[in-house]
């Protein structure tokens, strides 16, 4: 089966989990979902993430992050969809709620958080938010 925004596919799957207060969550493998996870562990929002081999492609097993019976996530959305395209100047990253969430962005130089854009001084695709 071939999914059509693997990206929203895996942020609806971890909201759905969060708001169950579920321990873990899969989701189908790909490097950029990889990547995308790589910079939520990073940032403390989930406790880890493995890949499972057990089919063709594997799927991520998601470890979610709760402290005091409170998930480390409290809100997840996509922003760049296939019908709508949100492309950032490096002068104009957006800020999620003035810095205490996260923008995932695709640059030049591969994915990386707001944060590491500003730094690197690059813009590009705004994938999603999380805070």
């Known amino acids: 089966m071939s999914l059509t925004d693997p990206i929203a596919n ?10 169950a207060k579920k321990e873990y969550v899969d989701v189908p493998a ?3 979902i990889g990547k995308i996870l790589e910079i939520f562990k ?12 057990d089919s063709i492609q594997g799927t991520y097993k998601i ?8 998930s480390a996530i409290i ?7 296939s019908g709508l395209r949100v492309y950032a100047q490096q002068k104009r990253i957006p800020r999620v709620l003035s810095g205490l ?7 030049s130089k591969g994915i990386v958080s707001d944060r ?5 001084n690059v813009g590009g695709e705004v994938l999603c938010y999380i805070w």
């Open 10 to 19: 895996m942020l609806t799957s971890i909201r759905n989990a969060v708001q």
């Open 30 to 32: 790909s490097k950029l």
């Open 75 to 81: 809100g997840i959305k996509r922003i760049s969809k």
């Open 42 to 53: 990073t940032d403390g929002y989930i406790e880890d993430f493995r890949l499972m081999k």
């Open 116 to 120: 590491e854009a500003r730094k690197m």
């Open 63 to 70: 470890y979610l992050k709760y402290e005091d019976k409170k």
């Open 101 to 107: 969430g996260m923008a995932v962005i695709s640059t």
